[in-house]
């Protein structure tokens, strides 16, 4: 990998940081298309997560009808309904002792290697769900969705697509609209993605940042 | 923006995501390069945050001595002493009043428009950090930390550095080493980043997630 291409590459990709912006206002005309959204897939699926647990499940909202519920418990922003492809951060109800040792199989089987030989990765995993409270556990595994967030945004942003993450939204309407609770889901977070709309005002105004030196400490 | 530049831009940034891991052994002897590295910190400064509000700061450590006191705080682990960069994600100690006031200067002050006219915005942000816990708002804190994090390993794999999100540290220990707690900063989460030791055979084990079809529902 050459430090040139990369630098370029990444020079493209800060300006493209730049560009985007908390979309206000989707174009609900402009549709995603599938070789670009599955670029999007790709990329949220290789997410990192702490253990390689991935305790998570992507669900991508297009259905008009579904969405078109969402804004009344969305604060009232029309983003969820206007967006081309709306994606809720969505952790299990729960992680346990099988969803490890679901995890070990999985690894198992893409490496070729017994489960047997992972028996001490398997019990420090073990241990740590064992270890933490509910609260704790589901509070880790919400955190773990904002990595695949912050994943998300910067990829959307480097293919020239508009996104807007939300917390504002009630989780409880949302796993009942979206049928997440008979799955042992709960939503966590929310990011609609698609085109800006002409006359979205906020696409003009300049990016907040505090100054650099107040953000960035070195020592 | 041409679709296909960034289609091709984003096909590489998928292979980007593939390449990297998380790194069990840097080259200590490899260092980032300063032009490299201010690729980096732009990143980071451009990660989007709630309201905008960027409860955080980055600290970046690469003082050896400093580096050197840290595995024996981080499950032995020794990427933070081996890397080149650390950086540890901080929150502040608190939210109030206070930090959205200064949040509302600085609007203000980069968009050239009066305080004043923000009061809406103001009001809003201000009923949020009144109305939470201190714990709430803590955990609220780190979740955005958890934004910037994602957004860090997505640009770190995109420029060809090697990193590795941990998550096993000592936060009050860290703190102490790293004089935060005196600037009224408490450690989230820490990434290592750098160029991967030749003899790390991580860096050969294919790469584990689970089924895409498991991963992403569609609805």
Same mark, same amino acid.
């Given at each position: 990998?050459?430090? #040139? ?30 070789? &670009? ?39 009232? #922003? #029309? ?7 709306? &994606?809720v951060f ?9 969803? &490890?040792?679901?995890?070990?199989? *999985? ?42 967030? @912050? ?16 917390? @504002? ?5 949302y796993d ?9 889901? *709960? ?31 070195h020592i």
């Open positions: 990998m050459s430090t #040139q291409n990369t630098l370029t590459c990444e020079s493209q990709l800060v300006d493209k940081l730049r560009w985007r912006y908390a979309t206000k206002k989707f174009d609900s005309n402009k549709k995603i298309k599938s070789e &670009v959204w599955n670029q999007i897939e790709e990329a949220l699926l290789l997410t990192p997560s702490s253990f390689g647990l991935q305790p998570w499940t992507f669900v991508v909202v297009t259905n008009p009808e579904l969405k078109s519920k969402l804004p009344q418990f969305s604060w009232n #922003q #029309q983003q969820p309904q206007e967006c081309s492809h709306l &994606v969505a952790r299990p109800d729960k992680i346990d002792e099988a969803y &490890v040792a679901n995890y070990i199989e *999985r690894i198992a089987e893409v490496r070729g290697v017994s489960a047997d030989s992972l028996s001490t990765y398997k019990k420090m995993m073990t241990d740590f769900v064992k270890g933490a409270t509910e609260e704790k556990l589901a509070e880790w595994m919400s955190r773990q969705c904002y990595i695949a967030l @912050g994943n998300l945004m910067t990829v959307a942003a480097a293919v020239g697509l508009d996104a807007c993450p939300m917390e @504002g939204f009630s989780s409880p309407d009942r609209i979206l049928g997440l609770t008979e799955k042992g889901l *709960r939503s966590v977070v929310v990011c609609p993605l698609g085109y800006r709309a002409e006359d979205d005002k906020y696409a003009q105004a300049a990016k907040v940042r505090f100054p650099k030196e107040k953000v960035i400490l």
